[in-house]
């Protein structure tokens, strides 16, 4: 199976979120669960282009575990999260993860965007 290559899995609760996120930085995110070995099983991925901790926040209840990372800025994010959907096509992510509305960011895994 693929690495995330986030930091984690921690609880997906408010008191999980506070703890491990000490940061609003832009970041990135994937929900999952620990299946019967322990792993980390990815359900969906996303990002925050300005606070991950927010973003986290906004899911709770929806997942019990999550991974995160934190990135200098939003392009860096959006790159991350594309990768993460192509490396494990979450069945959370209906749809290829959209760039920030204003930016011109193409996905460097595939050429859906060139299109939009
Ligand atoms: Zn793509």
Redesign the pocket.
């Known amino acids: 199976m693929a690495q995330t290559g986030l930091l984690g899995p921690y609880r997906l609760t408010f008191d999980g979120v506070q703890s491990a996120v000490t940061t609003t930085m832009p970041g990135v995110f994937a929900l999952g669960h620990l299946d019967g070995l322990g792993r980390f099983c990815v359900s969906r991925v996303g990002r925050s282009d300005s606070d991950i901790r927010g973003a986290l926040c906004d899911f709770i209840g929806s997942e019990n575990y999550f991974k995160f990372d934190v990135l200098s800025n939003g392009k860096a994010a959006f790159e991350k999260e594309?990768s993460l959907?192509?490396d494990f096509t979450p069945r959370g992510n209906r749809i290829?993860?959209s760039r920030p509305s204003g930016t011109d960011w193409?996905?460097?895994?595939?050429?859906?965007?060139n299109q939009w």
Not at 106 to 113: A, E, G, N, Y
Request: charged letters at 10%; hydrophobic letters at 25%.
């Open positions: 594309c959907f192509h290829h993860p193409t996905c460097p895994h595939c050429r859906i965007l």
